[in-house]
């Protein structure tokens, strides 16, 4: 599927995100995708 | 998974950090494997422990997307035992989406949070009745049936 703009702001490393969600006291949206 | 809508943005931002992992990229099927991941979009809402609170597969147009997400975050709490912000989560999806496939699953789960909050109130089998009225060919109408047998 052709890649459309999102403003939503993606980060793709698992476990930097867990630490910022420890951080933040937030949970995590996890979406695995296929770009093509 | 792609939303150009703000307002979908918006509404992830007010609960998690939004996490992308490309199937196609060898170096993530150590963790597509440890996950499970057979289908996509594969979506899942995580504690920062790492636990799965909530999962669906599938495309959803955004305003499904958003009530299917209030939803996951009205469970992730319900797991949690933060019953307020759980119940805060459903009533939104009742009030916003109340059309939506989600629905249902909100009006059920609303009951429940209420009464896991305060288990001599009549919450549950009110809300069940709600679910009844409003969602009457629904899986959780279904789910609440073992109230409707005769006693």
């Not at chain 1, 867990?18 to 093509?36: I, S, T, W, Y």
């Not at chain 2, 939004?18 to 060898?26: E, F, H």
Request: glycine share 4%; hydrophobic share 40%; charged share 25%.
């Amino acid at each position: 599927m052709q890649a459309v703009a999102s403003s939503i702001p993606w980060q793709y490393d698992y476990d930097a995100v867990l630490e910022q969600a420890r951080a933040e006291r937030k949970f995590v949206l996890l979406d695995v995708f296929n770009p093509g | 998974m792609t939303y150009p809508q703000a307002w979908v943005a918006q509404a992830i931002a007010q609960y998690a950090i939004p996490l992308q992992i490309d199937n196609s990229k060898s170096e993530n099927n150590q963790l597509l494997h440890r996950i499970h991941h057979i289908w996509t979009p594969d979506v899942r809402i995580l504690h920062y422990d790492g636990f799965e609170l909530y999962r669906w597969d599938g495309f959803l147009p955004p305003s499904e997307f958003a009530a299917r997400l209030e939803c996951a975050v009205g469970m992730a709490y319900l797991r949690l035992k933060r019953f307020d912000e759980a119940e805060k989560a459903y009533v939104d999806v009742l009030r916003r989406f109340s059309t939506s496939y989600a629905a249902p699953e909100a009006q059920y789960y609303l009951g429940v949070v209420r009464y896991r909050r305060d288990p001599d109130s009549d919450e549950l089998l009110t809300q069940w009745a709600q679910l009844r009225g409003r969602y009457p060919a629904s899986e959780y109408r279904v789910k609440q049936s073992f109230k409707e047998l005769p006693d």
